[in-house]
């Protein structure tokens, strides 16, 4: 029999489990996978005194402290178990047959070789994230034909191979975006999936941690470009430490083998985006390039406090729009002081000079490089507007929360501000008419929410009508 080389939800396994101490008994198991608690073995065992066979199996619950490391062998192949926490046991006396459970942060669907004990560590690691097909428009399927004098089709020829990739580095990470493929074989047909996937790669092995810390960026990304939740989907591992060998121990291949991470699992089973959000990303690939790629890598950090908020009210499109609004003008917020000073701000500061809520949403404004004139009669007025919706949701002592159409379209006009803006940090070297298509459709859209309800922003940060 194959060995397994996936799992899927409402999967269980049932093995024997392994602790890696020489002498120590195995005991049965069962994984389980569930949306809802992701990864757990549970362990059945005796707990009566002089049952040696269950005494160590009886200590990792009663101390609550099992092996850090773990191995679940069964029919279809070994999988790996690391970083293992209590989960709870109960046991039922005076008969003394207990149920211990065990949740790993790491699954790897492969044995490993080396310390049994050490932490996981791999040189690369592989993720299927929602939009990178969309957005690359990477393939794997190339066809040909060969047609006669008539120029009737005689033959077809589809090659399928691994077609795209873009490379760039991010600090010690090696990245890359390339097309991936698969073949599901049926008795008089075969089908091929095509995906594109992002693979971090560092000259010595990391934790699942740091190389999920570099594909976050780019999830990050995506979320902006799509203006939706961005999830992971998938991860796979590579590394010597997990190969193919003969019966004679010969290594024949080191493939990729599938990951669950504690930290993404929920994530898997998570809706996908809405297709025609994916239909839209706000800026090409072509036009980001790995240029724009490893360049938002790099302000990452300084940028984080605008990133956060920003992404959190992106991932939330049925959440309060007060909330929305909040999210997004605190990125606004953060963004504007990383700016600093543009010209024609001092109309939005105190009488001192000294920067006003408005000031930064102006600030953003200007950075977005757009022309919002469809919408205001001036930047100063709509960065009014926003500031004032802002504060009055935010401070109690503003009194009743402001008109619900009024915060609709601050949230609609901030959520593409800061994805605008997400996009000119990528791509600073860009003006904004070679970053976005000419006329952007989300400002269009923009464009009739305003129209459809009549009103225009006047100097003062008011809704007027038209």
Not at 215 to 243: E, M, N, T, W
Not at 400 to 415: C, G, K, M, N, Q
Request: glycine share 8%; net charge negative.
């Amino acid at each position: 029999m194959a060995a397994r080389r996936s799992i899927a939800f409402g999967e269980s396994i049932t093995g024997m489990l392994i602790d890696g101490i020489d002498d120590t008994p195995y005991v049965a198991a069962t994984l389980h996978l569930q949306e809802t608690t992701g990864v757990q073995i549970e362990v059945p065992y005796i707990d009566i005194p002089g049952t040696s066979q269950f005494d160590g199996t009886a200590q990792w619950f009663e101390s609550e402290q099992p092996p850090r490391n773990l191995l679940l062998t069964s029919l279809e192949g070994d999988i790996s178990l690391f970083d293992c926490d209590y989960s709870g046991h109960t046991v039922n006396y005076p008969r003394g047959v207990g149920l211990g459970k065990v949740m790993p942060s790491s699954l790897v669907l492969h044995r490993r070789d080396g310390d049994f004990d050490a932490p996981l560590k791999v040189k690369e690691l592989r993720s299927h994230i929602d939009g990178l097909i969309e957005w690359t428009h990477f393939g794997a399927i190339k066809r040909t034909s060969d047609t006669d004098d008539k120029n009737l089709v005689k033959k077809v020829i589809i090659e399928v191979s691994s077609l795209n990739e873009t490379t760039w580095r991010q600090g010690a990470a090696n990245m890359r975006l390339g097309s991936d493929w698969n073949l599901n074989p049926a008795p008089n047909s075969v089908t091929v999936n095509e995906t594109v996937s992002l693979t971090s790669s560092f000259e010595e092995p990391q934790s699942i941690g740091v190389h999920l810390e570099e594909h976050r960026k780019v999830a990050a990304l995506l979320s902006f470009i799509f203006g939706c939740a961005i999830y992971f989907r998938r991860h796979d591992v590579r590394d010597p430490q997990f190969s193919g060998k003969t019966l004679s121990g010969r290594v024949v291949e080191s493939p990729f083998y599938q990951l669950i991470s504690r930290s993404t699992v929920k994530e898997h089973a998570k809706p996908g985006p809405p297709r025609a959000g994916l239909d839209r990303p706000l800026a090409e690939f072509k036009t980001l390039d790995s240029k724009g790629l490893e360049q938002w890598a790099r302000e990452y950090d300084k940028w984080d406090r605008f990133i956060h908020p920003a992404i959190s009210a992106l991932n939330r499109p049925g959440a309060i729009l007060e909330n929305l609004v909040v999210n997004a003008a605190m990125s606004m917020e953060a963004a504007g002081s990383l700016l600093g000073q543009v010209s024609g701000e001092a109309v939005t500061c105190r009488g001192s000079g000294k920067p006003t809520t408005a000031t930064y949403m102006y600030r953003c404004l200007i950075e977005a490089g757009w022309d919002w004139s469809a919408v205001c009669k001036s930047i100063a007025g709509l960065a009014r507007a926003i500031a004032n919706n802002y504060n009055t949701i935010k401070h109690f002592d503003r009194g009743r929360f402001p008109d619900p159409t009024e915060t609709y379209l601050v949230s609609s006009i901030t959520a593409l501000i800061v994805r605008m803006l997400a996009m000119r940090v990528a791509r600073s070297d860009q003006s904004a008419a070679d970053l976005f298509d000419q006329p952007i459709a989300e400002f269009e859209r923009l464009k009739g929410e305003f129209r459809a309800n009549g009103l225009i922003v006047d100097d003062t940060g008011s809704f007027v009508t038209r």
